[in-house]
């Protein structure tokens, strides 16, 4: 199995909602990856999770709250986003290690109202 | 801090042309450099990587040589197809500390006309 999985593919939600995003691989990666894309912009690195502990956050709002249950699984908890935050959000994994690839899954479109 | 530079876009070109993708960096050290490709709707994949100095990466027709001496990783191909219509995104990944973070480019459209 080669491929990062995410669901939902799309999400409508309104600013008062709160959803989650889910990614899933069973490459062995202990490296997971959350991403916020705007159209016609590369992708923005938001978390970093290494052997499932948070290693990386940029900086990102409250709102947005990730989890990684186990290896193979990276949450993304929403409350109370803004119209600002709709996007394609992107979750990667790769094996730990500097000169390791990142594979990405197909996204999940996310639209607050 | 890390940075890629790449051509802007967008790029037309007809079918079996010839493509280049100039792609710059600076980094310190020896970064991992890669290209990825995204289709319309879709996540990113991808196309080919290179982690040291001289390396050529290829899959699908497209190459690219890691040059340290140019600090570039110019991506082309010899023969573009309708299908090779995509976003391309040059990126690197640096070597501080536990840093996994990958430096996108800011992405070139390619459209390839029949």
């Known amino acids: 199995d080669t491929e990062v999985t995410q669901t939902p593919k799309h999400l409508v939600m309104g600013m008062t909602n709160k959803k989650s995003l889910k990614c899933e691989q069973h490459m062995g990666h202990r490296a997971m990856y959350w991403y916020k894309q705007k159209a016609k912009k590369p992708p923005e690195l938001m978390f970093v999770y290494s052997y499932e502990k948070l290693s990386i956050n940029e900086s990102v709002p409250s709102r947005f709250s990730p989890e990684c249950p186990n290896s193979s699984l990276l949450n993304l908890h929403l409350h109370a986003l803004q119209p600002e935050d709709s996007a394609l959000y992107l979750c990667?994994?790769?094996?730990?290690?500097?000169?390791?690839?990142?594979?990405f899954g197909p996204g999940t479109r996310l639209t607050v109202l | 801090g890390d940075s890629v530079t790449q051509m802007e876009g967008p790029v037309t070109l007809s079918e079996e042309a010839f493509l280049t993708i100039n792609c710059t960096y600076t980094a310190t050290g020896y970064p991992s450099l890669f290209w990825y490709v995204q289709y319309p709707g879709e996540g990113l994949q991808l196309l080919l990587k290179?982690?040291?100095?001289?390396d050529k990466g290829s899959n699908k027709g497209f190459e690219a040589t890691y040059r340290k001496e140019t600090t570039s990783f110019h991506l082309e191909k010899g023969s573009v197809q309708v299908s090779d219509s995509a976003v391309y995104f040059c990126?690197?990944?640096?070597?501080?500390?536990?840093?996994?973070?990958?430096?996108f480019g800011k992405g070139t459209l390619l459209t390839v006309n029949p």
């Open positions: 990126a690197l990944r640096g070597l501080r500390g536990s840093n996994y973070k990958l430096t």
């Open positions: 290179a982690t040291k100095a001289d």
């Open positions: 990667a994994s790769s094996l730990a290690g500097a000169y390791n690839e990142q594979f």
